[in-house]
């Protein structure tokens, strides 16, 4: 691999030699919810161009980070996964995710969430603090895409698609940033209809006590 070195003898210049070029953590924190074809990453990624997603794909397969495996028949696709050694980088992205989270505002006309973006957003604002000794399941519906998180005893399971026997299903749309970062509180969101819920309404109290976005610390200011 023809790596583009900083010449400083570091494990995080090392590590940047490696994840650090545009798009290669996106692609990563895509692969932490799954394995996913060419096609995949191109949809949750719409602004790559083929030609640079094919580069940092194979600059990842030779640095061992992905690995490229074929479905068994009939499916028969080539699909793109994380090695262990990629696996270990989701504690990385998931502090980057929670660092960069408080400078979301409203989300651009130009910018998409993805079922892997929401699926990450739920894994990166989960505060496992606050879900000891909790056994609950959230269906969680975002326009079209619709993810589940399930916790048990402070640890938590999430994925794409439905949660059967889902304790509370929540439909939402943009609020739902709001709702997380305690700009907006739950039966508020209830009462103007930001937040649609099936379950009983405290289990929506509990989300937000589970999945929030930490405001940044103290003397911190944040610009636009």
């Known amino acids: 691999m023809a ?10 210049a090392r590590a940047l030699e490696i994840v650090g070029e545009r798009w290669a953590l996106l ?7 799954g394995p996913r074809r060419f096609t995949d990453l191109q949809r949750g990624l719409p602004r790559i161009p083929t ?3 094919s580069t940092r794909l194979k600059e990842l397969e030779q640095a061992a980070v ?4 074929l479905l068994p028949r009939p499916g028969g696709a080539i699909v793109y996964e994380l090695t262990d050694r990629g696996r270990a980088l989701e504690p990385a ?27 990450m957003a739920i894994r990166t604002t989960f505060h496992p603090d606050a879900a000891r000794g909790l056994h609950v399941g959230y269906e969680l519906h975002l326009g079209d895409l619709v993810v589940h998180a399930r ?3 402070g640890r938590l399971t999430a994925g794409a698609g439905p949660l059967p ?6 439909e939402t749309g943009p ?3 709001a709702l997380m970062a305690g700009e907006l509180a739950p039966a508020a969101a209830l009462a103007r209809n930001a937040v649609r819920i099936h379950g009983d309404p405290a289990l929506l109290t509990t989300f937000v006590s589970l999945f929030r976005i930490e405001h940044a610390p103290a003397g911190a200011t944040l610009e636009a």
């Open 165 to 170: 026997g889902a304790d509370l299903v929540l």
């Open 51 to 53: 030609n640079v997603l």
């Open 93 to 119: 992205v998931l502090a980057l995710g929670r660092w960069g989270a408080p400078l979301l505002g409203e989300p651009g006309a130009d910018e998409i969430v993805t079922t892997d973006s929401l699926v």
């Open 151 to 153: 916790v048990d005893d």
């Open 27 to 33: 692609i990563v924190r895509d692969l932490l919810v």
């Open 175 to 177: 609020e739902l940033r």
């Open 66 to 69: 992905v690995h490229r495996r």
């Open 3 to 12: 790596t583009r070195s900083y010449g400083s003898y570091c494990g995080l």
